[in-house]
């Protein structure tokens, strides 16, 4: 097709297939555990807040997630009864707390994530991977 050319030198399409090749990637490993990578990462950063939670709207903008997405990855991980989310005075917000059965879940998720990691640095080394997420962040402005 004539458009292959074009789509192999397009940095907009070459940043959209390599996040769903590394997403694609990331689902696998983790797929073990019942969760996808954003239900993975968002157990990460519960466990990683003071006292293992957060508030709904700190993990959506976080994560760059819709109300409505995250909401379904966390109707997900409270189904596995990993996270709870503990209503606020204010009725219109809430707190997601990470559940103690889920501590050491999250020390097998941050295993396979810093493994992910030292590959990619390993690969590329530190100095080159740096350069390569801000050149991603000139690109792609967040």
Not at 6 to 15: A, K, T, V
Not at 64 to 76: A, E, I, P, R, V
Not at 98 to 116: P, T, V, Y
């Amino acid at each position: 097709m004539k458009i292959i050319r074009f789509l192999e030198h397009s940095p907009d399409y070459q940043l959209h297939l390599a996040g769903k090749r590394a997403a694609v990637a990331l689902n696998e490993m983790v797929a073990q555990f019942d969760v996808n990578m954003t239900q993975a990462l968002i157990l990460v950063a519960l466990y990683f807040e003071e006292e293992h939670h957060s508030s709904f709207e700190d993990l959506a903008r976080a994560f760059g997630l819709t109300k409505g997405g995250l909401s379904q990855n966390l109707s997900h991980l409270e189904g596995n009864r990993w996270v709870l989310r503990i209503q606020k005075k204010d009725k219109r917000s809430f707190q997601i707390k990470l559940k103690k059965e889920a501590e050491g879940l999250c020390l097998k998720l941050i295993k396979i994530f810093d493994e992910h990691q030292r590959q990619a640095e390993s690969k590329l080394g530190e100095d080159k991977l740096k350069n390569f997420l801000n050149v991603l962040r000139e690109i792609v402005p967040l």
